[in-house]
């Protein structure tokens, strides 16, 4: 390892902080003695904070229709072979019921952005789960939407919101988006939902098209500015559908380098071992808890929708029951010597 990275490690560790462009050269330094380093310090670091515990959250897809076109995603409005589905109220309170009873405190309630799922909608939903199940918590993971929406949805109850930034960098985010979708907006929506009191996530893909080391350096400077609470990274994966269908798929060893530089840069931060880190590979999600992640979040949707809401090939866990995932990422969790609470698991302690 040479010297002026494991310099920038121990800078990392220290100060929380580098710059720009040490960020990219911790990037481009990318070696598999550099990853089991920044690995070990970021596992030191959160079992500090958390122990040996992982948070589970309850992940229910409410709907695949979207009015949005994002060159990556398999539920992209130009996608005509998608059989779309959005679930009813009643179906939804199902998920969260049976959830319960399997020990999640924490559900998430993701969708493409459909325009039926109104304030009006919404708001009766989170309050509806908020209601039944008080200890709880509710996410959100709807897109982009507007202050008084996410006022709304928030005095209904809501507690986190995730929307992943996708890229700190305007110029990769417009070849990722069409013209009509802006970075500005994105990160406007970020800092308003901050505002209103949501725990907030933000997030990237890792190896998307066109990514550079430049792109992952302001991606991490802008994890070490915003500072969420909750930060979604994962590796990209092509979808046969989309314009993007034929580029190559981010790498295990990339995403769980950059889960474990994440860890350093905001200890109590939650981090996901996310669903397509264990598509990439059948033990990915054990080897981002060992990189320093601490969250994984299973699917509580409905057997019958779960092949519909595709944002890429292959995704695992299309067939199984809730139970049946619930009890193998225990098994799994357990295979490497940690285990997943029954919690809320809000972050601890954060300072901002
Ligand atoms: N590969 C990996 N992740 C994807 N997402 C969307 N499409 C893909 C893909 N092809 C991610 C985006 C989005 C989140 C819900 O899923 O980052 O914010
Ligand atoms: Fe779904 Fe393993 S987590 S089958």
């Keep these: 390892m040479n010297d002026e990275l494991v310099r920038l490690v121990d800078k990392l560790a220290a100060e929380h902080s580098l710059s720009v462009d040490e960020y990219e050269a911790l990037v481009t330094g990318y070696s598999p003695d550099l990853a089991a380093e920044l690995a070990a310090r970021a596992v030191t670091v959160r079992q500090s904070i958390y122990g040996r515990d992982v948070f589970v959250r309850g992940l229910i897809e409410i709907s695949n229709f979207c009015r949005n076109n994002c060159l990556y995603c398999g539920i992209r409005r130009g996608n005509k072979n998608v059989d779309?589905?959005?679930?009813?109220?009643?179906?939804?309170?199902?998920?969260a019921d049976e959830g319960y009873s399997l020990g999640f405190r924490t559900f998430v309630l993701q969708g493409g952005e459909d325009a039926y799922f109104t304030d009006e909608v919404m708001c009766r939903i989170v309050a509806g789960i908020k209601s039944r199940h008080p200890d709880c918590a509710v996410t959100l993971s709807l897109g982009e939407r507007s202050r008084d929406s996410y006022r709304r949805m928030r005095e209904a109850g809501a507690d986190r919101y995730l929307l992943r930034?996708?890229?700190?960098?305007?110029?990769?985010?417009?070849?990722l988006?069409?013209?009509?979708?802006?970075?500005?907006?994105r990160i406007g929506c970020l800092y308003t939902l901050r505002e209103l009191g949501y725990q907030v996530g933000c997030g990237f893909m890792v190896g998307?098209?066109?990514?550079?080391?430049?792109n992952l350096a302001a991606d991490l400077k802008f994890i070490e500015s915003f500072k969420p609470e909750m930060c979604g990274i994962g590796p990209f994966i092509p979808h046969h559908d989309t314009p993007f269908r034929d580029f190559s798929p981010g790498t295990l060893e990339m995403t769980c380098y950059l889960l474990s530089i994440i860890r350093l840069i905001i200890p109590p931060v939650l981090l996901p071992a996310t669903t397509a880190l264990g598509t990439i590979d059948p033990r990915g999600r054990e080897r981002g808890i060992l990189a320093g992640a601490n969250v994984v979040m299973p699917?509580?949707?409905?057997?019958?929708?779960?092949?519909?809401y595709e944002l890429y090939d292959n995704k695992i866990c299309t067939g199984e029951e809730s139970a049946q995932c619930r009890g193998c990422l225990?098994?799994?969790?357990?295979?490497?010597?940690?285990?997943?609470?029954?919690?809320?698991?809000?972050?601890?302690?954060?300072?901002?």
């Design 84 to 95: 779309r589905y959005r679930l009813t109220e009643d179906e939804i309170f199902e998920c």
């Design 165 to 175: 930034h996708e890229t700190a960098d305007g110029a990769h985010y417009a070849r």
């Design 177 to 185: 988006h069409p013209a009509e979708m802006s970075y500005e907006n």
């Design 208 to 214: 998307s098209p066109y990514q550079t080391a430049k």
């Design 299 to 308: 699917n509580l949707s409905p057997t019958s929708v779960r092949k519909k």
């Design 330 to 352: 225990d098994a799994r969790m357990e295979s490497i010597g940690y285990k997943i609470v029954v919690d809320r698991g809000d972050a601890a302690g954060f300072k901002k």
